[in-house]
């Protein structure tokens, strides 16, 4: 797996939600779409999830468990 795509994709969902986090429908679709569209799979959006945990980040958490739920993924991270 590319790890500069990953780093990439982390770095665009954060961007979408934004400094006023009033974007986070719009991250969360675009991290479940484009994790797709990558063809990442979705224990990869868990591992993105539980790191967003471990650094305190919960509108990057919320937008890839969104993601894992619209992806039909149903473990709790």
Known sequence: MDFDSIDDFVYDVIGIIGSDQ???????DFALENSKEKSFPPELLLELSSACRKQKNAYGRICFCKGLFNAGFRKAP
């Open 22 to 28: 009033n974007n986070l429908a719009c991250a969360a």
